[in-house]
């Protein structure tokens, strides 16, 4: 008896908990903690990374550098799928400003090994059908830049909702003003409302949050809590341990004009967070629609015009009003859409030790 006590303890202390996830990311500076931390959390298991290829990183280095940073974890899986999908938004001709674009693909100039590990050939939409596919338990999907691929591998595999324990979303707005209009780079911009991540696919967005998914919204409406000041950073410089860490540390070190501008917050990050202990996210339930308006006046300052004039679904591509593309409007009850959770409060002091401690866990 005292054998099989042993032996069922033993056994019983190899068994894994965490989570499955799959990120679902457009590998901005937020995307590059993120990935660290779920890579280091005890509670998450990542199973596939699969790249936003609208938003802030294009395909190539977006697959170069999450390749990179995995490798910064030292027991990360040997074989951790990660792909990317289109370069484009579903509808309209929305792009992230380029040089927000440029600092993506290079990891704002951090320099880290280059890694030998292999992209799957696979488009992102498939590596989710595929990777939820073969999971024994209901896995959580995180999205945190345009939903681009989400609303794809939606609109294919619409029987894999019943594999997904729920979809957290980084994007959005309700009661916060957006954030389109950064001094410096998109000055004179007509979008007051927005927020950038569902303004590049507004249409993306509005067939996501009408999917019947179980949603949870991390938006600006909690996430202007969670800026990254100086002394946020300060703080976690002084507990730099692991490769994860040091990176890190490199990279706050790259953006102090950007910490210094009060114009980062922890966006990306947050949502990791949430996804992982949902009891960081304290909302209430709303049924939300999002603006795609269609126009023939384009506002071309952030459009990108060479981007195919047939969509991904062998429609036209059209442009949509600069103004209104990606505000997140109450939809009424007679609509009969399916209410989200929007993430209102959260525990800004938790958020940011709880990153500091995760990435220095041995």
């Known amino acids: 008896m005292k054998l099989l006590f042993i032996v069922v303890t033993v056994l019983w202390s190899t068994v894994s908990f965490a989570k499955p996830v799959i990120f679902d990311n457009d590998m901005a500076i937020d995307d590059w903690a993120a990935l660290l931390y779920l890579l280091q959390h005890p509670d998450a298991d990542v199973k596939a990374i699969t790249i936003s290829s609208s938003g802030e ?87 945190t830049g345009p939903l681009t691929n989400i609303a794809q591998w ?128 304290e909302g209430e339930q709303l049924a939300l629609q999002v603006g795609h308006q269609v126009t023939d006046q384009p506002y071309l300052a952030t459009s990108d015009l060479s981007m195919p004039t047939t969509r991904w679904d062998g429609r036209p591509r059209q442009h949509l009003d600069a103004a209104t593309a990606g505000v997140m409007m109450k939809a009424s009850a007679e609509a009969g859409l399916h209410p989200i959770k929007v993430c209102f409060n959260t525990q800004p002091k938790r958020i940011f030790s709880e990153f500091n401690q995760t990435l220095n866990r041995s």
């Open 154 to 281: 939606l609109a294919q595999y619409p029987e894999d909702k019943a594999k997904v324990d729920k979809l957290v979303i980084m994007g959005g707005n309700v009661h916060e003003k957006g954030n389109i209009i950064v001094p410096n780079f998109t000055d004179g911009h007509p979008n007051k409302q927005a927020e950038w991540n569902i303004f590049v696919d507004p249409l993306a967005a509005d067939l996501v949050l009408q999917s019947g998914l179980a949603i949870e919204l991390v938006g600006l409406d909690v996430t202007n809590s969670v800026r990254v000041t100086e002394s946020v950073a300060a703080e976690f410089k002084q507990q730099v341990k692991t490769p994860a860490s040091q990176f890190w540390d490199r990279v706050l070190d790259k953006n102090d004009w950007f910490i210094a501008s009060g114009e980062y917050y922890f966006w990306d990050t947050l949502a990791v967070l949430i996804a992982v202990n949902p009891l960081l996210c």
């Open 57 to 143: 990183s294009r395909c190539q280095p977006g697959l170069r550098n999450t390749a990179a940073l995995i490798d910064l974890i030292a027991d990360a899986p040997s074989e951790l799928p990660f792909a990317c999908g289109d370069a484009y938004p579903l509808d309209g001709y929305a792009v992230f400003p380029e040089p927000w674009r440029v600092d993506s693909d290079t990891l704002s100039g951090v320099e880290i090994p280059a890694s030998t590990r292999v992209a799957s050939p696979l488009h992102a939409a498939e590596l989710i059908h595929q990777t939820l596919q073969e999971q024994t338990q209901l896995t959580t999907l995180i999205a």
